[in-house]
């Protein structure tokens, strides 16, 4: 299984960016799907997530302003990202939790990371 993010990039304060994740391999089902990021000196932190039937939840510092959505046809992950502050400066991580069609185990995996920086 593997996930490919993308849709990083600079963009100035104010501005909108769109990141894409797609997972592909031995997938039988997906059931999370989320987005964390990290910030240099900081943590790794949960900034949106999705179940398989529709449910999101977001970090308090997003809320209003990012928006997580999934395409269960496609196994991709979306977030749209608008009104970008010079904090939301980070590496995005897509993470998705599979159930593999082969034996059917369950296992978290994680992208690679796309960078966003935002400037002032």
């Known amino acids: 299984v593997q996930l490919q993010a993308s849709g990083g990039g600079s963009v100035q304060a104010g501005g909108s960016l769109r990141l894409s994740c797609v997972v592909s391999?031995?997938?039988?089902?997906?059931?999370?799907m989320n987005w964390y990021r990290q910030a240099p000196g900081k943590e790794r932190e949960l900034v949106a997530g999705?179940?398989?039937?529709?449910?999101?939840n977001y970090a308090d510092s997003v809320k209003g302003r990012f928006t997580i959505s999934r395409d269960n046809a496609k196994n991709m992950v979306y977030l749209q990202m608008n009104s970008l502050r010079s904090e939301d400066t980070a590496v995005y991580y897509c993470?998705?939790?599979?159930?593999?069609?082969?034996?059917?185990?369950?296992?978290?995996?994680w992208g690679q990371g796309t960078l966003v920086t935002v400037s002032s």
């Open positions: 993470h998705a939790d599979v159930i593999q069609r082969v034996g059917y185990y369950r296992n978290t995996y």
């Open positions: 391999g031995n997938i039988f089902t997906i059931n999370a």
């Open positions: 999705s179940t398989r039937g529709g449910s999101t």
